[in-house]
């Protein structure tokens, strides 16, 4: 058996913030793969379902981000869930937007939600770390988390959360790599060999284009060019 847990705040006030990308990326999962309804149980809502042979229980703890590590430990007491089971998906200030790491164990670099994490269960989990870049200023961190993604990131979001769903079998059975794999191929997919041949070829219409405008210099104009 597997636990998921998402990190985020309850409340559809919270719903779209940065700080709840963790939630996001449950609700995606659990749509795409037929996972049961969402029940409250252990101070969260829990959604479970199966990837093959192995159980999949989904975790988006309703304490509040400061304390969610008290939702987390009562499923795992009551399920006898190992830490090295439990894979905790967040929100990542020191990834660039749309950025995604496979992680185990480790620090909580100040998130407060790993941090409560911590506090109960200890550091040895697997963490995924969804990017959602850094405002600049550690003062600013705050408001930033707290405040909605902007309709500009919703393409990137989106493909992100696909990702993410698309890698959770994998992930669930261990394979990192192959998790990794399926994100790239929603957030950064291969271009095809046809694309670029057909980009290569607009620019060199648009460079001949270029070149056929006649030269209107004048002669001391045509004389400097030859020497920069």
Same mark, same amino acid.
């Given at each position: 058996m597997?636990?998921?847990?998402?990190?985020?705040?309850?409340g559809?006030?919270?719903a779209?913030?940065r700080?709840n990308?963790? /939630?996001m990326?449950?609700?995606?999962?659990?749509s $795409?793969?037929? /996972?049961?309804p969402?029940?409250?149980?252990?101070?969260?809502?829990?959604s479970e379902?199966? /990837?093959?042979s192995?159980?999949?229980?989904l975790? !988006?703890?309703?304490?509040?981000?400061?304390?969610?590590?008290?939702?987390?430990g009562? *499923?795992?007491r009551?399920?006898?869930?190992?830490n090295? $089971?439990?894979t905790?998906?967040?929100?990542?200030?020191?990834l660039?937007? %749309? !950025?995604?790491r496979?992680?185990?164990?480790?620090?909580?670099?100040?998130?407060?939600?790993?941090?409560s994490?911590?506090?109960?269960?200890g550091? +040895?989990?697997?963490r995924?770390?969804l990017?959602?870049?850094?405002?600049?200023? !550690?003062?600013?961190v705050?408001?930033?988390?707290?405040? +909605?993604?902007?309709?500009? +990131?919703?393409?990137?979001l $989106?493909?992100?959360?696909?990702?993410?769903?698309d890698? @959770?079998a994998?992930?669930?059975?261990?394979?990192? %790599?192959?998790?990794?794999? *399926?994100? &790239?191929?929603?957030?950064?997919?291969?271009?095809?060999s046809n694309?670029?041949? !057909?980009?290569?070829?607009?620019? @060199?219409?648009?460079? @001949? &284009?270029? $070149?056929a405008q006649?030269?209107?210099?004048s002669?001391?104009?045509?004389?400097?060019?030859?020497?920069?």
């Amino acid at each position: 058996m597997k636990l998921f847990v998402g990190l985020g705040n309850p409340g559809s006030k919270y719903a779209r913030n940065r700080h709840n990308i963790g /939630f996001m990326a449950l609700d995606q999962i659990a749509s $795409d793969h037929g /996972f049961s309804p969402w029940k409250s149980k252990f101070q969260a809502q829990l959604s479970e379902g199966k /990837f093959g042979s192995t159980k999949v229980l989904l975790l !988006k703890p309703q304490t509040f981000m400061n304390l969610s590590g008290q939702a987390v430990g009562e *499923a795992m007491r009551f399920y006898k869930i190992e830490n090295s $089971d439990v894979t905790v998906l967040h929100d990542e200030l020191d990834l660039a937007p %749309g !950025k995604c790491r496979v992680k185990q164990g480790g620090g909580h670099a100040g998130h407060n939600g790993l941090r409560s994490i911590h506090s109960h269960i200890g550091a +040895d989990y697997g963490r995924v770390r969804l990017g959602i870049g850094h405002p600049g200023h !550690k003062d600013a961190v705050a408001g930033y988390v707290l405040r +909605d993604f902007p309709k500009a +990131d919703e393409v990137w979001l $989106d493909d992100l959360m696909r990702g993410i769903s698309d890698g @959770a079998a994998s992930l669930a059975a261990g394979d990192g %790599g192959r998790f990794m794999n *399926a994100v &790239a191929l929603r957030v950064a997919p291969p271009r095809s060999s046809n694309s670029k041949s !057909k980009g290569q070829g607009e620019q @060199a219409v648009r460079n @001949a &284009a270029v $070149d056929a405008q006649p030269d209107q210099r004048s002669p001391l104009e045509k004389l400097l060019g030859k020497f920069k």
